[in-house]
């Protein structure tokens, strides 16, 4: 059932419908040049953001003229979104074993170049026969745990053997290796994500040490995040960096120490809609309009407005003695975390300054 | 973005594509027939079961049809869903403050039977100009905080001051008391709970009587949930039932000693995508497909396997050495939660016994 848009191009923050997602134009876009300008001071390193934090072709498309070499998806739909929105080249980081999501998958290599990641013989097989059923060539990256301990097989000799079975698959290119370290994105301190990568980095070099000796090319190294992404670049190893949180941002990210903070440009926006205390009020933002397993979102902007609970439709707000909000006002909020927060939603409210530019969809579906 | 059905009537579970929330017919059916019966043994009270929790007009249907004798919402999208479903009387058991809100709200009076909640002033002076432009009536309910500690002014003479108020303005009835302790669903043992809802009734009661003082007559007292109901229902004072969740079910209600257990009818079905140690699996429902807030997934029907991290786009599986699922197998998973989970989702598959019968849509937005 398609929603309502919150808003329409022309109106003012304060008219859109809550709760609503907004993106603040100025500080997504100078996130956006500050990544491409740090990745462009690194040769053999292109940034191939991560659309599973936005789900927006919009936001891709402003990434991918800002000199990102290709996106990253998360889904089979994502990646049709992409494809039709006009994005050439496109990475499904993550594996599929559904004969129909293989067979989407290889209908948009018809459109444009699609990879995809492995870490399993069957995958492989899967793919191999969807490619050929659409005539395509899928380009594979065989993904290693370097960390994580998610998906990814084994670095080292399991690695290899998968990459050579890969080559042996018509319809299939091994493209190299995605290593990609989640587990170090949300690491505080700078000396840990620093040792973390370079565990992972080293890992990476003995694998491509080994393809080399079995005569397997491995062109493309693909990982990182928001968190860590400048001890991949610095790596010399990681060709493709997938940060995806950097471009809006969340709480959780901001509480990594760093020196080079990206800027919030998302946010919650809520409405007031009940104090029945002097020390509470209620807002319209609660678990169904963001998620708060990385910690409640932070409100800016509003002095002694504390959000300490989420419930299904409500955010419960304490208000110290010095706080000014009263029923009706809106507030905005910063998420704790991006990626699920953006899911919640169908509309992405695009604005600058305090006028709405654009009403954005929010990709659905898997 | 209106995105893929993920099945069609007449397929086998086995070929819904994941991750994607199915609904077990027989077990749903079962549990909105005894709320029911169990409602139907109480002269003077009606089940009004929340909407909230499945987000869909099909299963509204079917509880009105059981006896319902209106469904509860949580925002105005939900209301409108229902009323275009041919659902005559619907409660928005919430507050709104915008005037857009209150104007479709009022909107929606043309065609049913509407009520609302307010614990302010001003959300009765936005209702009434709406109701007034529309030429509508609606039914309003003050709500009373009972022990929730979120929405709801006190009980006791704050709340008959405001159902003076309410009386006072045109396009409004005073209808009664919204008096739901959210707080006391969750408490596992049965005497908690009988001890919660106990003095909730005992405060509604005194709101009773000073309305009465006051020569207000107070028609309906609504509240109640799958955990607390047959408390209400014991108390004589409840004349509205909202319980929700009890038609799907979820892990965390699963958890609350009771005698009269309802039947999980939802599951969220998931595909083991990557299987790279013998100890571990990857599925393909995390945060975005189920929720954790309320604990992590019971993976139902599938030995040894444990469902121990949920990260975006993944659930890691933890598997013990009698564990047989292999790659490519699909499980069911019942949700920690089961309204923010059904939220995250566009389509809800309806199947009974291996065979899809419908797939329904979730109501999207606000």
């Given at each position: 059932m398609q929603s309502r848009r919150p808003a329409e191009p022309g109106m003012t923050v304060d008219q859109v419908q809550t709760p609503a997602i907004i993106v603040d134009l100025d500080a997504l876009e100078d996130n956006i040049t500050f990544l491409a300008s740090r990745v462009a001071q690194n040769p053999g390193a292109s940034a191939t953001p991560h659309a599973k934090a936005h789900k927006c072709v919009e936001i891709a498309q402003r990434q991918i003229a800002a000199g990102a070499s290709r996106v990253c998806c998360q889904n089979v739909a994502e990646v049709e979104a992409m494809v039709a929105g006009g994005i050439r080249s496109v990475l499904l980081s993550n594996e599929i074993v559904a004969e129909e999501k293989a067979r989407r998958l290889a209908r948009s290599a018809r459109e444009a170049k699609i990879g995809v990641c492995v870490d399993h013989p069957l995958q492989a097989d899967i793919l191999s026969l969807a490619a050929q059923e659409q005539s395509v060539t899928l380009n594979v990256l065989v993904e290693i745990d370097v960390g994580h301990g998610r998906c990814g097989i084994a670095p080292g000799p399991d690695a290899v053997k998968l990459a050579q079975y890969v080559t042996g698959k018509p319809g299939l290119h091994f493209a190299g290796l995605q290593a990609y370290d989640g587990a170090a994105q949300h690491l505080r301190k700078p000396d840990q994500r620093t040792a973390a990568i370079t565990r992972a980095a080293s890992l990476v070099r003995e694998t491509i040490d080994l393809l080399k000796a079995a005569?397997?090319?491995?062109?493309t190294v693909a990982g990182a995040g928001t968190g860590s992404y400048e001890n991949e670049l610095a790596?010399?190893?990681?060709?493709e960096l997938q940060c995806g949180?950097?471009?809006?941002?969340d709480a959780d990210y901001g509480r990594n120490e760093t020196d080079r903070p990206f800027k919030n440009s998302l946010f919650v926006l809520t409405t007031v809609i009940s104090n029945p205390l002097p020390a509470r009020a209620v807002c319209d933002a609660g678990l169904k309009s963001l998620t708060a397993e990385s910690g409640l979102p932070v409100v800016r902007g509003a002095r002694g407005v504390t959000y300490v609970k989420a419930t299904d439709e409500h955010g419960t707000l304490e208000l110290s003695p010095d706080a000014t909000i009263t029923i009706g006002d809106k507030l905005r909020l910063i998420p704790g975390h991006c990626d699920p927060t953006v899911n919640l939603h169908d509309w992405l409210v695009a604005y600058r300054g305090d006028k709405v530019e654009a009403v954005w969809p929010v990709i659905r579906g898997w």
């Open positions: 005569e397997l090319a491995c062109e790596s010399g190893v990681y060709t949180s950097y471009a809006l941002m």
